[in-house]
């Protein structure tokens, strides 16, 4: 299956998790997986949350940030992937002067 991100409508999620500014966001969703191609921009963060039920996995493809996991702190940037494993929390920050924009997979569980 072939998923044309250029096809599907932008979403734009405000305070995502109590981030800041807004994540836009081309979305596919199924009873499997939600599947998405994201934009932070300069400044919008994506609030701290903990995948209770599922795993997150996310390739950065432009620009740089940092991800709160757990109780630590990661550089992000294009070609780095981060993993959140079920169970474990973790918040996305544009702290550069691009925007941050990434490819993430949920597991629909």
Do not use: W
Not at 56 to 85: M, R, S, W
Not at 86 to 105: M, P, Q, T, Y
């Amino acid at each position: 299956m072939i998923l044309n991100f250029n096809e599907i409508p932008v979403t734009s999620l405000k305070n995502f998790y109590g981030g800041e500014k807004e994540l836009s966001a081309h979305m596919h969703r199924d009873e499997k997986n939600k599947i998405l191609h994201g934009t932070l921009a300069p400044g919008a963060t994506i609030g701290l949350h903990t995948h209770e039920t599922s795993s997150e996995i996310i390739y950065f493809l432009e620009g740089t940030g940092k991800v709160i996991y757990d109780d630590g702190e990661e550089n992000v940037q294009a070609g780095v992937c981060h993993y959140c494993p079920k169970g474990h929390s973790h918040s996305l920050i544009n702290d550069g002067k691009e925007n941050l924009v990434f490819f993430a997979v949920v597991p629909e569980q």
